[in-house]
């Protein structure tokens, strides 16, 4: 478990030595957000009814953003390759980053969200669920992000490869978190998305840090 | 028994899958060219008019089997790959690798063959439909797949990895068709399942179900073919490929 702290603490210090990376992702969240009204023109009442989804399809795309630098440094200066030979099973020592990349590209969309949906003249209440589903949301994004991460580790064109693989399995959590924002403005209450995007989460983290495990274990054969 | 085991482990060598490979591929082919020949011949000559659909309905024998495939080549190239996983065979991912495109292939052909029929009966090419958008994305995790075996130039790396993430799309698929099932539905309900009588007429049934045989033969067919190709390619070092009679010419 120190182990698991320790990598954490660690990845959150070294995205605080290199912020213009974490806010780029920011920053790109929020320019992607502002198109859309550019683009589909300022009436309050479409804005209000496409704000759920322009906002989680924005968090998906800064959430991919940032997943290349997720084992890339790690797996180029050889650090990859001490934790898979050290006691700590590397599964765990997996989850740390991924925890550490939820916090510094996740947990930032989900506070920023709700300004976010302002512009889109969303309700408190709506706003509050939107925050909801994307705190329960934006974990199964970094976790099923890593295995796609560690798939194309190295690999030519792994960027654009990265997106491929990784976004199909990303449509049940864009489902359900927009969805619930849409059922409670509807008045049918969120309750039911929210309770699957939490099965999601916990599949997830049950089962992403092992696939993710395996795929760096081929990586670094 | 031990004896037997020892037959089948024999198969999962690329030198002696090679040539059985090579004289089974011709039988499943022909059957399948049979086959495929009754299937048409009873879709569009013995199997009736629909009366709600008219001719249109015509298409659902092509249709109906290539959706099946697309879906059933996936879980047997997942089932390839775990056993690549666990057993560390080579030829289990050539195999895998070997069906992907006939997958993709496959699922294309639903989701075109899908637009033609839409078009005249619900009047649009494309809706948003829970089963026409799961097939598409079934059709983006083929791509996927492709897309990172063709990325890697080690092929034992580009194995395991294609084994990984078609394991992880296996295991997505179903939490991705009930979420697009809850998100939105419209399509006509299953015409044919395994728990209750099917509601169409007979020869329609016999049509379809000896077209998706056919399907099933070809699919057979063209995986062990295009497996013998990438036997050839890997294991052109070695001696056996270079003493093989096609090898000689």
């Given at each position: 478990?120190?182990?698991?702290?320790?990598?954490?603490?660690?990845?959150?210090?070294?995205?605080?030595?290199?912020?213009?990376?974490?806010?780029?992702?920011l920053?790109?969240?929020?320019?992607?957000?502002?198109?859309?009204?550019?683009?589909?023109?300022?009436?309050?009442?479409?804005?209000?009814?496409?704000?759920?989804?322009?906002?989680?399809?924005?968090?998906?795309l800064?959430?991919?953003?940032?997943?290349?630098?997720?084992?890339?440094?790690?797996?180029?200066?050889?650090?990859?390759?001490?934790?898979?030979?050290?006691?700590?099973?590397?599964?765990?020592?997996?989850?740390?980053?991924?925890?550490?990349?939820?916090?510094?590209?996740g947990?930032?969309?989900?506070?920023?969200?709700?300004?976010?949906?302002?512009?889109?003249?969303?309700?408190?209440?709506?706003?509050?669920?939107?925050?909801?589903?994307?705190?329960?949301?934006?974990?199964?994004?970094?976790?099923?992000?890593?295995?796609?991460?560690?798939?194309?580790?190295?690999?030519?064109?792994?960027?654009?490869?990265?997106?491929?693989?990784?976004?199909?399995?990303?449509?049940?959590?864009?489902?359900?978190?927009?969805?619930?924002?849409?059922?409670?403005?509807?008045?049918?209450?969120?309750?039911g998305?929210?309770?699957?995007?939490?099965?999601?989460?916990?599949?997830?983290?049950?089962?992403?840090?092992?696939?993710?495990?395996?795929?760096?274990?081929?990586?670094?054969? | 028994?031990?004896?037997?085991?020892?037959?089948?482990?024999?198969?999962?060598?690329p030198?002696?899958?090679?040539?059985?490979?090579?004289?089974?591929?011709?039988?499943?082919?022909?059957i399948?060219t049979v086959?495929?020949?009754?299937?048409?011949?009873?879709?569009?000559?013995?199997?009736?008019?629909?009366?709600?659909?008219g001719?249109?309905?015509?298409?659902?024998?092509i249709?109906?089997?290539?959706?099946?495939m697309?879906?059933?080549?996936?879980?047997?190239?997942?089932?390839?790959?775990?056993?690549?996983?666990?057993?560390?065979?080579?030829l289990?991912?050539?195999?895998?690798?070997?069906?992907?495109?006939?997958?993709?292939?496959?699922?294309?052909l639903?989701?075109?063959?899908?637009?033609?029929?839409?078009?005249?009966?619900?009047?649009?090419?494309?809706?948003?439909?829970?089963?026409?958008?799961?097939?598409?994305?079934?059709?983006?995790l083929?791509?996927?797949?492709?897309?990172l075996?063709?990325?890697?130039?080690?092929?034992?790396?580009?194995?395991?990895?294609?084994?990984?993430?078609s394991?992880?799309?296996?295991?997505?698929?179903?939490?991705?068709?009930?979420?697009?099932?809850?998100?939105?539905?419209?399509?006509?309900?299953?015409?044919v399942?395994?728990?209750?009588?099917?509601?169409?007429?007979?020869?329609?049934?016999?049509?379809?179900?000896?077209?998706a045989?056919?399907?099933?033969?070809?699919?057979?067919?063209?995986?062990?073919?295009r497996?013998?190709?990438?036997?050839?390619?890997?294991?052109r070092?070695?001696?056996?490929?270079?003493?093989?009679?096609?090898?000689?010419?």
């Amino acid at each position: 478990m120190n182990a698991f702290i320790a990598i954490v603490r660690r990845d959150l210090l070294l995205a605080a030595r290199r912020k213009s990376e974490v806010l780029t992702a920011l920053f790109f969240f929020m320019i992607v957000v502002s198109l859309f009204p550019l683009g589909i023109g300022p009436e309050t009442a479409m804005l209000r009814r496409i704000a759920p989804g322009v906002l989680w399809v924005a968090a998906l795309l800064a959430a991919m953003l940032s997943l290349n630098r997720l084992f890339a440094a790690d797996h180029q200066d050889g650090t990859l390759e001490q934790m898979s030979l050290s006691p700590t099973p590397l599964a765990l020592l997996v989850s740390g980053k991924v925890l550490a990349h939820w916090l510094t590209s996740g947990l930032p969309l989900v506070l920023l969200a709700p300004v976010l949906g302002l512009q889109f003249d969303l309700s408190p209440r709506a706003l509050g669920v939107l925050m909801i589903s994307l705190l329960l949301g934006t974990p199964v994004l970094s976790l099923v992000g890593a295995i796609g991460a560690a798939l194309t580790l190295g690999v030519r064109g792994g960027g654009v490869l990265l997106s491929l693989l990784v976004l199909p399995l990303y449509i049940p959590a864009l489902i359900f978190g927009a969805g619930a924002v849409e059922a409670d403005v509807a008045g049918l209450g969120a309750g039911g998305h929210l309770s699957l995007l939490g099965a999601l989460l916990a599949l997830g983290v049950f089962f992403a840090p092992w696939a993710a495990t395996a795929a760096l274990r081929i990586a670094l054969e | 028994m031990s004896q037997r085991l020892v037959n089948w482990f024999k198969f999962a060598s690329p030198a002696s899958f090679y040539p059985l490979a090579g004289k089974m591929w011709p039988w499943f082919a022909a059957i399948g060219t049979v086959l495929a020949a009754a299937g048409l011949w009873i879709s569009f000559f013995v199997a009736p008019t629909d009366f709600q659909q008219g001719e249109g309905y015509r298409i659902i024998f092509i249709h109906v089997p290539a959706s099946w495939m697309s879906m059933f080549i996936y879980c047997v190239m997942a089932f390839w790959a775990a056993i690549g996983i666990t057993f560390n065979t080579r030829l289990s991912g050539m195999m895998s690798s070997a069906l992907a495109p006939t997958g993709a292939l496959f699922a294309f052909l639903s989701l075109w063959t899908g637009a033609l029929w839409g078009k005249p009966m619900w009047g649009a090419w494309w809706v948003w439909d829970a089963r026409l958008t799961s097939e598409l994305i079934l059709f983006f995790l083929y791509i996927g797949y492709i897309a990172l075996t063709a990325a890697i130039d080690d092929p034992r790396r580009a194995d395991k990895a294609g084994a990984i993430i078609s394991l992880v799309g296996v295991v997505n698929v179903p939490i991705i068709y009930f979420s697009v099932k809850w998100w939105n539905t419209l399509h006509q309900g299953a015409s044919v399942s395994l728990t209750k009588a099917p509601s169409m007429a007979a020869t329609m049934l016999w049509g379809m179900l000896i077209m998706a045989l056919a399907f099933w033969m070809y699919s057979i067919a063209i995986a062990l073919y295009r497996v013998r190709a990438i036997i050839l390619e890997r294991e052109r070092h070695t001696a056996w490929v270079a003493e093989l009679p096609e090898m000689q010419r």
